[in-house]
């Protein structure tokens, strides 16, 4: 079976909340994830909410597919999602942040897309 891509989808939980309101922070560490993980961004876009749990969500386009991530600091909680077609691995993402946002609890889902 041969396959187009791979999608990384992450629960990350018991990240320190004043983090996951930090939107340069978060999208510095997350951008730096990527690029350490051999993803070319082309864009990225970033939006911190003032209601609510004032989380926030990225996105970046990426050469190979997109990569966004959006926090709920009312539940130490931050959603990964991570979409490659070619060569560089989420996984490799994702190990990256861990080791940074240090959560202590992360539930993963992988897909491969497009699958024949």
Request: proline share 3%; charged share 15%.
């Given at each position: 079976?041969?396959?187009?891509?791979t999608?990384?989808?992450?629960?990350?939980?018991?990240?320190d909340?004043?983090?996951?309101?930090?939107?340069?922070?978060?999208?510095r560490v997350?951008?730096?994830?990527?690029?350490?993980?051999?993803?070319?961004?082309?864009?990225?876009?970033?939006?911190?909410?003032?209601?609510?749990?004032?989380?926030?969500?990225?996105?970046?386009?990426?050469?190979?597919?997109?990569?966004?991530?959006?926090?709920?600091?009312?539940?130490?909680?931050?959603?990964?999602?991570?979409?490659?077609?070619?060569?560089?691995?989420?996984?490799?993402?994702?190990d990256?942040?861990?080791?940074?946002?240090?959560?202590?609890?992360?539930?993963?889902?992988?897909?491969?897309?497009?699958?024949?």
């Open positions: 079976m041969s396959r187009i891509g999608h990384l989808l992450a629960d990350l939980y018991g990240i909340l004043a983090l996951l309101r930090d939107e340069g922070e978060l999208v997350f951008r730096a994830a990527l690029d350490g993980a051999g993803f070319s961004v082309l864009h990225q876009l970033s939006h911190r909410f003032a209601d609510g749990g004032q989380g926030v969500t990225g996105m970046f386009l990426l050469s190979v597919s997109h990569a966004t991530f959006h926090t709920f600091p009312e539940h130490g909680y931050m959603a990964v999602d991570i979409f490659s077609c070619g060569s560089a691995d989420p996984q490799a993402v994702l990256i942040l861990t080791q940074t946002f240090a959560p202590h609890t992360v539930h993963t889902q992988r897909v491969d897309r497009g699958e024949r």
